[in-house]
């Protein structure tokens, strides 16, 4: 067990609809990262989250956003959703947005649009 | 941009059989690099890490080295076992960010 949570586990949903996914990271960690898997393009990095501000955006589409609250937990945020965006979605924890820390996984959220 | 190339699996290998999984990468500067490995269903887990040239990272058998002469860092275990049986991501932390950036990962399949 990481210290990771996500929730839900699971999500199956419909093109066109909007979900929110939640990432609660390690307690004591301040950066959050969210990381999409799918079979097409492989494990990568969306976005990330230093203690509540907006760090690094990596390639995530205009249709997701994200951020990170005071308590540190995170959402992402997928509207309109496409076919193409079902995958596995991870969030991970750092203790820092800078220097070489550990990233933690969380078990991810699978997606799965119909 | 950074970019991280690993060797195409499955790898199928017998229970005590010698593992390499190659991994090479693309960056600026002197990254940090990574092992992650994912069992079914489940997320990911660092495996070990090396943050600069000739360092080893070592874990539960399995060592790779940081080799900036030839861009490189290598799994390998002497002797694998069925339950080693997952995907490994060889992994470079990008720019002052830290964010990974991932190979395509490898599945390697232990037979008993």
């Known amino acids: 067990d990481s210290g990771v949570t996500q929730t839900p586990k699971h999500l199956i949903t419909a093109t066109g609809q909007r979900v929110t996914l939640r990432c609660s990271p390690r307690?004591?960690?301040?950066?959050v990262y969210w990381y999409q898997q799918s079979l097409d393009q492989g494990l990568q990095f969306l976005i990330q989250?230093?203690?509540?501000?907006?760090?690094a955006k990596g390639n995530i589409l205009e249709r997701f956003s994200a951020q990170q609250f005071p308590d540190l937990h995170s959402e992402l945020n997928l509207s309109s959703l496409e076919l193409g965006d079902s995958a596995l979605y991870f969030c991970?924890?750092?203790?820092?947005?800078?220097?070489?820390?550990?990233?933690?996984f969380g078990p991810g959220t699978r997606l799965t649009v119909t | 941009g950074d970019s991280v190339t690993q060797m195409e699996g499955p790898v199928t290998l017998s229970e005590e059989a010698f593992l390499t999984i190659n991994c090479t990468y693309t960056?600026?500067?002197?990254?940090?690099l990574f092992w992650y490995v994912q069992y079914p269903g489940e997320g990911l887990q660092l495996l070990l890490k090396?943050?600069?040239?000739?360092d080893k990272g070592s874990n539960k058998g399995f060592e790779a080295t940081y080799r900036k002469e030839t861009t490189s860092f290598h799994l390998e275990k002497g002797s694998v076992q069925v339950s080693d049986s997952a995907v490994y991501f060889c992994?470079?932390?990008?720019?002052?960010?830290?964010?990974?950036?991932f190979g395509t990962g490898t599945l390697l399949a232990v037979q008993p």
């Open positions: 991970a924890s750092s203790l820092a947005g800078a220097g070489t820390y550990e990233q933690y």
């Open positions: 307690s004591g960690d301040l950066s």
């Open positions: 989250y230093y203690n509540g501000e907006e760090r």
């Open positions: 960056a600026t500067g002197y990254p940090s």
């Open positions: 090396a943050t600069k040239a000739d």
């Open positions: 992994a470079l932390e990008s720019g002052a960010t830290n964010k990974l950036i």
